[in-house]
């Protein structure tokens, strides 16, 4: 009977993301909702938790990071990496995704890449390299990124679990040391792949030589950039640098009455807030424009999708969590690697690295996985957010692409970012093992 209950209850729990993923945007929020109230009604389970701690760490950085592109912060983080771009087109396969990279981990989302497409794409035409190439690449590049980035939404959920960690979890830059060279290391041998065989290159109609200054792209994302625009960026950075300085040093952050010292995650709800109202003084951006800013909106969407489906994951594994984690314990016990399997399998279903962190992450560690194997395998599966050509992301790149060599395809895997994003999973992956094997407390 027990094993019926789990079984009709999972199907609820999937049905409601399979019909949430195709309604799109909060439409994924509200059928986990929807989810949520069958298993408690229905079903008479025990509401679980809502993921507040790591909701209110998701829009204290949206907030931050809407207030800086409301300021122009983000226009001067584009600009930097347009021309790093621009200096190196027929690199640009390589040379793209990691300044993609680079850029989402220090702005903590991937939004910032929309407008870099049209300059990727205008570099990889002009240079003769066939522009799906780059452009692909740096798209899925953003799926790991996000695991690096001490400010995005994935590592909000990471720092969460981390702080219940009854022997004590690891730091943001504690977990920085693995993701970040196992994401590099997945970004660059997958650029250098698709550089050699992701379809043949055409004859340039410009010359390399002659095509930086003509790019017509970065002429568009480098204007109007003003001296407070990058005043703000750097009050940005200042404020990233400290969420990364609390979490590496517990005695800078405050203790209560009892000598407990506040956690990771309550510490980076307050310095992004601090951050925005110093953006504000510095940058004075119109506030009127935040909740119209695509950051602002894009985020709220991606919050409120977090918040049902997280909701109602929570309330299944609370219901069934002996018979799940006693099940998946074993499984990933003999196969460390089916955890980073089960991350990637609900990223591509979700579309959402925060809810993969949250659903599988803790199993992982109840079932005996070290920390730093965890956090390997953790940030080679987040690429599956790209599996589907489903993203906003992917949309704007097939969009851009005036050659049409960027598909979206008319199956679920004959587009450009399906290849892409299959290798930069198990390249992250194997290289997020490799180090978390060797990298200890």
């Not at 195709?22 to 986990?32: E, F, M, T």
């Not at 009604?41 to 701690?53: M, Q, S, T, Y």
Request: hydrophobic share 55%; net charge neutral; charged share 10%.
């Amino acid at each position: 009977m027990q094993t019926v209950m789990l079984l009709t209850e999972a199907m609820i729990v999937l049905g409601a993301i399979l019909l949430g993923v195709r309604a799109g945007g909060v439409g994924i929020g509200l059928w986990g909702g929807v989810g949520t109230a069958l298993l408690v009604f229905v079903f008479g389970e025990d509401i679980g938790a809502p993921p507040v701690d790591a909701l209110l760490i998701i829009v204290a950085v949206i907030l931050a990071t809407s207030v800086l592109q409301a300021a122009g912060g983000i226009d001067w983080m584009i600009s930097l990496a347009a021309r790093v771009i621009v200096k190196r087109p027929r690199s640009v396969t390589i040379v793209a995704p990691l300044v993609s990279f680079l850029f989402s981990v220090g702005a903590g989302t991937s939004n910032i890449l929309f407008s870099l497409l049209p300059v990727i794409q205008e570099v990889a035409e002009r240079s003769g390299v066939r522009p799906s190439k780059p452009m692909s690449v740096s798209v899925v590049a953003t799926s790991v990124a996000l695991a690096c980035s001490p400010v995005s939404a994935a590592m909000a959920v990471m720092v969460s679990i981390m702080d219940v960690q009854p022997a004590g979890g690891w730091s943001i830059l504690q977990i920085m040391v693995v993701t970040v060279p196992a994401a590099a290391v997945g970004i660059v041998v997958t650029s250098m792949l698709v550089s050699r065989w992701g379809g043949p290159d055409t004859r340039p109609a410009v010359t390399a030589r002659d095509a930086p200054p003509s790019i017509t792209g970065l002429t568009t994302v480098t204007t109007g950039i003003t001296p407070r625009a990058r005043a703000s960026a750097l009050v940005y950075f200042a404020g990233v640098l400290s969420v990364v300085a609390f979490g590496l040093f517990p005695a800078l952050r405050p203790s209560n009455g009892e000598g407990d010292v506040v956690g990771v995650g309550v510490m980076i709800q307050l310095v992004m807030l601090v951050t925005s109202t110093a953006i504000l003084i510095v940058g004075r951006p119109q506030l009127g424009s935040v909740p119209s800013a695509d950051i602002f909106r894009g985020g709220m969407v991606a919050a409120i999708a977090f918040f049902g489906l997280a909701w109602m994951i929570n309330t299944f594994l609370d219901a069934h969590a002996e018979t799940v984690f006693a099940s998946l314990g074993e499984w990933v016990q003999a196969w460390p690697f089916a955890m980073a399997i089960a991350v990637f399998l609900i990223a591509v279903l979700t579309t959402s690295q925060s809810t993969a962190t949250l659903a599988i992450v803790p199993i992982g560690l109840d079932a005996g996985i070290p920390i730093a194997l965890t956090v390997g395998l953790w940030v080679g599966g987040l690429g599956g957010i790209y599996l589907l050509p489903t993203n906003g992301l992917q949309i704007a790149a097939a969009a851009f692409d005036q050659t049409g060599s960027t598909k979206l395809g008319r199956r679920l895997y004959d587009h450009s970012f399906f290849v892409p994003s299959v290798m930069v999973t198990l390249v992250t992956m194997l290289a997020g093992a490799a180090i978390g094997s060797i990298v200890r407390h």
